[in-house]
């Protein structure tokens, strides 16, 4: 039961700090928030991702290129340029490295406004910091793990940021319900996503890549909108006006 509750909770906790920071804030900029906030939230990034964390940097940038040139040959990940899962998450992954350490060529307007918080990144990026994470999970489950197959569950809670990402980029770019044309190839993969907090609405995102809310039919309801709702009401955030995004 311990066990149940921890993946959940990291699951769920490492897939917020993706949607609500890394692709709704840094990548998208839907809404803002002042500097208390941002290095709150960048330090919940670190602490809820753990070892797989993401660099708001590489990853808003990186995403930002994605809506540009999605299912084109210039998209960091797309399933139609990749043989098998595995593949795009190996390409996504140097994408991420030359993304990270400024070596990608681009426009700069992909650079503009992202997040980057780079004293504290030094540490929380650090391999020894990554594989202490690891060494903390695998400590968590020596302690608390009734059954020998738990231990298998560790691999995800290693990389639970690219397996997120993985998830949404693979199969709501393969499999789902479309219900605005775009032009490439993103769908709906749950009509109800209770498990990916929002993320699976993909197609209105890439329809809507400004809207802060994903979801748009009446099933479709998107819990971090909620949640987004709430910071907005009570002042910690201030959702733009103006949804027109560039990056769509
Ligand atoms: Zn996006
Ligand atoms: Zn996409």
Redesign the pocket.
């Known amino acids: 039961m311990t066990i149940l509750f921890f993946f959940l909770a990291h699951w769920y906790l490492s897939l917020f700090a993706q949607t609500f920071f890394l692709h709704r804030y840094a990548a998208h900029q839907m809404f803002i928030m002042n500097m208390f906030w941002e290095k709150l939230f960048y330090f919940s990034t670190w602490l809820f991702q753990g070892s797989s964390f993401l660099s708001p940097k590489a990853y808003g940038i990186m995403h930002r290129l994605?809506?540009a040139y999605?299912d084109t040959e210039k998209d960091p990940h797309s399933p139609m340029y990749s043989k098998n899962l595995l593949d795009m998450m190996k390409k996504t992954l140097f994408v991420y490295l030359s993304v990270l350490n400024n070596t990608k060529d681009m426009e700069d307007k992909f650079k503009k406004g992202v997040p980057y918080w780079a004293s504290f990144e030094r540490i929380a990026g650090c391999w020894f910091v990554r594989m202490g994470w690891g060494v903390l999970y695998l400590l968590f489950y020596l302690q608390y793990a009734n059954y020998w197959w738990m231990f298998f569950l560790l691999p995800i809670h290693f990389l639970m940021g690219p397996i997120h990402g993985a998830i949404?980029?693979w199969y709501?770019?393969k499999y789902g319900y479309v219900s605005f044309k775009v032009g490439?190839t993103?769908k709906n993969l749950l009509p109800i996503d209770f498990l990916m907090m929002g993320e699976s609405y993909?197609n209105n995102?890439?329809k809507f890549g400004g809207r802060a809310n994903f979801g748009i039919k009446w099933h479709e309801f998107d819990p971090t909108y909620l949640i987004i709702f709430i910071f907005n009401l009570v002042g910690i955030i201030h959702i733009k006006k103006d949804n027109d995004l560039k990056f769509m």
């Open positions: 994605h809506h999605a949404i980029n709501a770019h490439d993103a993909h995102h890439h």
